[in-house]
């Protein structure tokens, strides 16, 4: 899983088909050490403060500045309490897989890891917010969850100290749009997953009103190597601007597909031929979504681009989660266009009109062109719809995330659709 590249502090504890580390054994490794550090020596502003200077930014695909999130958040004897962390498991991003490795292959890293974000940001109370068909990484953190109370690592007095946690594992009914924070914190308060006016951010009204802190489980996990290790550290694991690893992904008709942590900013070529293997044999590459379903194709032209959300952005996409899907030769670009389509409409929780109504008539259109029934004005209608579905003209970003493959398609494959509609059939279906 790590490749040739030996600095992995999110996956060194990881192997493949074994059993988790238990409390013991992750302690033997330096598992709670963090915990220790920052409860003894650091107050909860220089744990922030540490995290920020690392340059550790959301891995949940925004990229937003961690330490900066944190830093919203109000402290102090005047905070209003209590004051919520809220670890996003909640992983329903197509071709994205990076957190449930986290969770399966080593818990008590994530348990550690918000332990110490929760003091980090004087949280009173703790949630993991879960994919309900993540069933064994629910029953792993519920095992590490034991064991850390059981050795006083988890609950009241923390290790002695004056900082106490109350920690909760909630699965989720299982919607796309819970990985939106405001819809997550309105699912997590039993209501309709429907996204929230912002601002107020959650970090200064959140859950039930209160202060609430939304972080990836990927980002989380990072916490504990920089508070062990030090920012400079951090930010050395890195080729880009962007501190630390990332978990990247690729899934289709590659070789080896699979996940792998490298450092920040490794270029997506070297991602897919040396880690991937490259293409299975009698395809060739075509394109990849870079970070989940949600974003715009590239294609060979980009294959050099380094993976940071930077770098993705300057040439039309984004990083996102960094679970790339692969476009072969064999594969209708229309058809897979359509499936996504598919997905986001059934998954618009319905608040705004655009989503709700815009993104079932682009898949009844995508529908028709891949049937055979498309018209060449089709097209522009298509073309239409992402700009009236694109940021700035829904109510979140859900239906701009569902245009962004529809938008980068029409852009590098209009040659398919255009021959989907001349021809009257699918020609990969001939």
Known sequence: MNGKFMATPLTQNITPDREPLD????????GYQALRKALREMSPQEVQQTVKDSKLRGRGGAGFPTGMKWSFIPMGDDAPHPKYLIANADEMEPGTFKDRLLMEGDPHQLLEAMIVSSY????????IFLRDEYKLAAHRLKQAAQEAREQGLLGKHILGSGFSLEFHIHTSAGRYICGEETALVTSLEGKRAIPRQKPPYPQTCGLWGKPTVVNNVETLCNVPHIINHGAEWY???SRSEDGGTKIYGTSGRVKRPGAWELPMGTPIREILEEYAGGMQEGYTFRGLLPGGASTDFLVEEHLETPMDFDAVMKVGSRMGTGGMIILDDKTCPVAMVLNLERFFAQESCGWCTPCRDGLPWVAHILQAIEEGRGQMED?????????FLGPGKTFCMHAPGAMEPLQSALKYFREDFEQHIREQHCPWRS
């Not at 409390?23 to 330096?30: A, F, H, M, N």
């Not at 097209?379 to 700009?387: P, S």
């Open 120 to 127: 980090a940001t004087q949280a009173d109370v703790a949630y």
């Open 23 to 30: 409390i013991k054994q992750y302690q033997q490794v330096g």
């Open 379 to 387: 097209l522009e209608i298509l073309e239409m719809h992402t700009q």
């Open 235 to 237: 930010q050395n694991l």
